[in-house]
């Protein structure tokens, strides 16, 4: 579902953010990208939105090649790449289903499919009573399932996250972490870009970690670091109780 | 892909309603802007109008010879009759010109003067004044001519200061078109500025450039089409202020001489919407470009 092929990607002041990275993500899974900061998660993940090119390497999103890809396809890349970030990104003058439509009428999809999907996807994030509010009478939780639902609304084949629960309480982002799991369930490949190491160690998925640049650690079923001064990974237990 | 007019509509309708303030700023500024170009072109239409006009009044006169016999009087009449570029002329006999020297001399020299001794004359009035000038080659020596006598050098100081007026007014309206165009393009990436949230929300979400550049250059659009009315308006009601002032009893005055005809003025106001709507729309499409880079 996305791959990288031996990605480098330098910035133009000379910074290397990600260097000779390769990466196979399978479709239908859920991928945690940890790492300090400035290790380059955000910015392989507006790679694969093309918001920013590698200068070697290709990469793979849902079986097309998109480094080559014309501008014009663009667009249509994106419908199928959901994308949720720290700063939730809504319009503030309109109201939740307003932003959750927005993301179905710009891409032309008919009023019928938007009276149906929104409130759908709604009901999903448990927003369907706050429907006629505006971003600013909500919570930073509440405004972050907006963001979810309007990610997924157009049910991509991928949905992104970078650092969703960077702003939010540990109570509140366990329950952005079960939506996106539940939404991984679906069938939807999920990769979240993160620093809360409770989350990911609560949720025992897949991690791969970078370090300037690097990845440095790919596990099927990991915790946020290893334990520096014994080097073995800390007990399951140890994250799971923690919520 | 379907772009929908029900869409565009009611983005636009929306959006101009939300960014009523920059709607109106818009607007006046279209307004306020392309007025002046249209007074411009109004007066720079007026200035050839007026052109023409005096053209009309210029007059060669081709002298003839008391001595000149009919036969070569003849030929000079009808030759200045077939030339392309002499408008009409009219033949004044030797009395004829006798009374009209009597208003115009003093008596002193009217004395000398008999109808035998005064010189008939063709007075004519060519296309151009400038043709006045060919004229005078043509018959100058001629037998029978005494001479051709035409205000040559008035001619030339007045098609001079016509020529540099139209260029004037001209330019006038060409500077006022730049700084309306830059006023106005400036005015909408205000506008749009205002909403890169929106447009980096849209693009987020896979709009095509052309889905979020539509609603932009519809609104643009609108916004100079009412600015431009509002011009051709004013533009006319200028028209008219100076219409009433030109008094048709006295031909003499600038005004009257200035004055354009109904489709003139419907040629400017239509030019004035016509730069309005491109304005607004194309303006608005150069402006949003830098926002649908990435
Ligand atoms: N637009 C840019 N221009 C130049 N350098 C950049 C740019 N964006 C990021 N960088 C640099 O690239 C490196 C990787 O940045 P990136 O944002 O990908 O890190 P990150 O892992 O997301 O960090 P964080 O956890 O703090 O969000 C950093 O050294 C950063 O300074
Ligand atoms: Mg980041």
Redesign the interface.
């Known amino acids: 579902m996305i791959r990288f092929d031996n990605v480098t990607k330098v910035y133009k002041n000379g910074t290397v953010a990600v260097r000779s990275v390769s990466l196979d993500i399978q479709k239908g899974e859920f991928v945690f990208l940890v790492g300090p900061s400035g290790s380059g998660k955000t910015t392989c993940i507006r790679m694969l939105?093309r918001?920013e090119l590698p200068d070697r390497g290709r990469i793979w999103v849902a079986g097309r090649e998109i480094i080559h890809m014309p501008k014009?396809r663009v667009?249509?890349?994106?419908?199928?790449v959901?994308?949720v970030f720290q700063d939730f990104?809504l319009?503030p003058?309109k109201t939740v289903f307003q932003n959750v439509a927005?993301?179905l009428?710009?891409?032309?999809r008919?009023k019928s499919v938007v009276e149906t999907q929104v409130p759908q996807v709604l009901e999903l994030v448990g927003l369907s009573k706050k429907r006629d509010n505006l971003p600013h009478e909500l919570s930073g939780g509440e405004q972050q399932r907006v963001a979810v639902a309007?990610?997924f609304v157009?049910r991509p084949l991928i949905l992104l996250a970078d650092e969703p629960t960077g702003n939010l309480d540990p109570g509140t982002s366990q329950g952005i972490m079960r939506l996106l799991d539940r939404i991984n369930r679906t069938g939807t490949t999920v990769v979240v870009a993160t620093h809360d190491a409770a989350l990911v160690d609560w949720m025992r998925r897949r991690v791969v970690e970078l370090d300037q640049g690097t990845i440095v650690r790919d596990q099927a079923r990991g915790v946020y670091g290893i334990d520096a001064t014994t080097g073995s990974v800390p007990r399951t237990e140890v994250g799971a109780r923690r919520s | 892909?379907?772009?929908?007019a029900d869409?565009i509509a009611r983005e636009t309708a929306t959006n101009l309603w939300?960014n009523r303030l920059m709607t109106i700023a818009a607007v006046l500024t279209v307004a306020v802007s392309l007025a002046l170009v249209g007074a411009a072109l109004l007066l720079k239409q007026g200035a050839s109008n007026a052109e023409n006009y005096w053209q009309r009044g210029t007059q060669v006169t081709v002298w003839m010879k008391a001595s000149a016999n009919g036969s070569e009087s003849h030929a000079v009449g009808s030759e200045l009759k077939q030339l392309p570029y002499v408008h009409a002329c009219s033949y004044h006999s030797q009395l004829a010109d006798y009374h009209e020297a009597k208003t115009l001399l003093s008596p002193g020299e009217f004395q000398a003067l008999t109808v035998q001794t005064t010189p008939a004359s063709y007075r004519c009035t060519p296309n151009q004044p400038q043709y006045a000038q060919a004229v005078y080659n043509r018959f100058n020596g001629q037998p029978g001519v005494l001479k051709v006598s035409a205000p040559f050098s008035q001619i030339h100081t007045m098609e001079e200061t016509i020529t540099v007026l139209q260029w004037v007014f001209l330019s006038v309206a060409l500077v006022l078109l730049l700084s309306a165009g830059v006023l106005i393009l400036n005015t909408i990436r205000m506008a749009i500025f205002a909403r890169r949230?929106?447009v980096?929300?849209?693009?987020?979400?896979?709009?095509?450039?052309w889905?979020?550049r539509l609603p932009f250059m519809s609104e643009g659009l609108v916004q100079g089409l009412i600015g431009s009315v509002v011009a051709a308006a004013v533009v006319f009601g200028l028209h008219a202020l100076l219409n009433s002032f030109a008094n048709p009893n006295n031909p003499g005055t600038v005004l009257y001489q200035m004055r354009l005809s109904g489709w003139e003025l419907f040629g400017t106001d239509f030019v004035v919407v016509l730069i309005g709507a491109l304005i607004g729309s194309v303006g608005s499409a150069i402006a949003i470009r830098r926002f649908l880079d990435?």
């Open positions: 939105l918001e014009w667009p249509y890349l994106r419908r199928n959901g994308c990104r319009l003058n927005f993301a009428e710009v891409i032309g008919p309007r990610a157009n | 892909m379907p772009l929908s869409y939300r949230r929106e980096s929300v849209m693009k987020l979400v896979g709009a095509t450039n889905f979020i990435v």
